[in-house]
């Protein structure tokens, strides 16, 4: 079974400018997670998909982060424009189910390093 | 309060021994439990999970969980310098408009020494 992609791996851009993040996830999984990993942190949610519809993205900064899953599968995060605290490594994950006791684990993607200059 | 906190690291100990990490979270209502481990510049990877109080042996893991206390957390035996590695702690929120939203500690970076 094919795991989540995510592309491209590495990413360096100039502050102001924009940059977009596809991921495809675990074939069947209907539940879709962008995460954020700064240096030294834990991943933070950004946000979630269940099929095509956002469930969570209270952690969004909306002013300059967007996401969609137009067709229930691959999604793309984007930002614009960039600032240098943006700088970290954005994680895809997915999972079979949601809720409390239903497709409890997360399975992640590779991740993409974004380094803002 | 942090929603989930790790024991500082870095945590070092030598390769046979065993290795304990300790998480602790604020939020009650949790009913699932993960750890991850994450080497340096990969993707976390789920090593174990654990739902109900006590323990869950898996290999050479044992997670831990008292929900009372609101306290999770790892032993590795026989550490290998291959279990080198940051691990963290995440755990699954009650609900609400969550949906089961996963929050993550800041990580304990562990290194085994031969």
């Known amino acids: 079974e094919a795991g989540v992609a995510q592309s491209p791996r590495y990413k360096i851009i100039e502050k102001r400018q924009s940059v977009a993040f596809w991921c495809n996830p675990i074939?069947?999984?209907?539940?879709l997670y962008w995460y954020q990993q700064i240096l030294g942190q834990g991943p933070k949610l950004l946000i979630q998909f269940q099929n095509n519809g956002v469930v969570d993205d209270s952690q969004l900064p909306k002013d300059r982060f967007s996401a969609e899953r137009l067709k229930g599968v691959d999604s793309t995060l984007k930002i614009q424009p960039a600032k240098l605290e943006d700088s970290a490594v954005y994680l895809c994950a997915s999972s079979s189910k949601t809720g409390i006791r239903n497709g409890r684990e997360q399975y992640f993607g590779p991740g993409t390093r974004l380094t803002v200059t | 309060q942090k929603e989930v906190e790790q024991n500082s690291g870095p945590l070092s100990v030598p390769e046979g021994a065993i290795a304990s990490l300790n998480c602790t979270y604020s939020d009650r209502g949790s009913q699932s439990f993960f750890w991850y481990r994450q080497y340096s510049g990969k993707s976390p990877e789920l090593i174990m999970s654990?739902?109900?109080?006590g323990d869950k042996e898996d290999g050479r893991f044992t997670a831990q969980l008292n929900k009372a206390s609101q306290y999770v957390s790892l032993l590795i035996r026989d550490s290998q310098p291959s279990d080198s590695a940051t691990y963290l702690c995440?755990?699954?929120?009650?609900?609400?408009?969550?949906?089961?939203?996963?929050?993550f500690g800041q990580g304990t970076i562990l290194t085994v020494h031969p």
């Open positions: 995440a755990v699954k929120n009650a609900g609400g408009t969550s949906y089961g939203k996963l929050t």
């Open positions: 654990i739902y109900s109080n």
């Open positions: 074939s069947g999984h209907a539940t």
